[in-house]
C-alpha cells in the first residue's frame, strides 16, 4: 500500500506564500491521479485540487483558483501545491491523496474517489 508523506506546511501571514510537497512511496505512482485536501477546524474535509496521472489536467476548487497551483513529478513521486496570496481562511489541515484508480478511471475530487491519504499538514495563516 502506498503511504504519503507530507510536508512544507508552516505559519505566514496573510498574502504570503507556501508550498507544500508530498512523497510517496511504492510503485505506480504514474498511473494514479493525485489531490490535496484540506479540513478546518470544525469543519469537514474538503477538495482543493487533483492532477490527472499525466499532468495533463488539473482542477481547482473556486476558493483556491488562481492562488494555487498543483503540480508533480513522476520521476520523483512527488505531488506538490503552490499556495500563493494566501488568506486566514486557508488556515487548515492538509492532505496528500491519491485516487483509487488508475488512468483517471475514478474521480478524485470527491472523498469516496481517494484510496490513500498522507497524515496532513498544518497550514496557518494570520491576518
Known amino acids: 500500500q502506498v503511504q504519503l508523506v507530507e510536508s512544507g506546511g508552516g505559519s505566514v501571514q496573510a498574502g504570503g506564500s507556501l508550498r507544500l510537497s508530498c512523497a510517496a512511496s511504492?510503485?505506480?505512482?504514474?498511473?494514479?491521479?493525485m489531490g490535496w485536501y484540506r479540513q478546518a477546524p470544525g469543519k469537514e474535509r474538503e477538495f482543493v485540487a487533483r492532477i490527472a496521472w499525466n499532468g495533463g489536467r488539473t482542477d481547482y476548487s473556486d476558493s483556491v483558483k488562481g492562488r494555487f497551483t498543483i503540480s508533480r513529478d513522476n520521476a520523483k513521486n512527488t505531488v506538490s501545491l503552490q499556495m500563493m496570496n494566501l488568506k486566514p481562511e486557508d488556515t487548515a489541515v492538509y492532505y496528500c491523496?491519491?485516487?483509487?484508480?488508475?488512468?483517471?478511471?475514478?474521480?478524485?475530487?470527491?472523498?469516496?474517489?481517494?484510496?490513500?491519504w498522507g497524515q496532513g499538514t498544518q497550514v496557518t495563516v494570520s491576518s
Open positions: 511504492g510503485h505506480a505512482f504514474s498511473m494514479y491521479g
Open positions: 491523496a491519491q485516487s483509487l484508480s488508475t488512468f483517471g478511471r475514478v474521480e478524485i475530487t470527491t472523498p469516496f474517489g481517494v484510496a490513500s
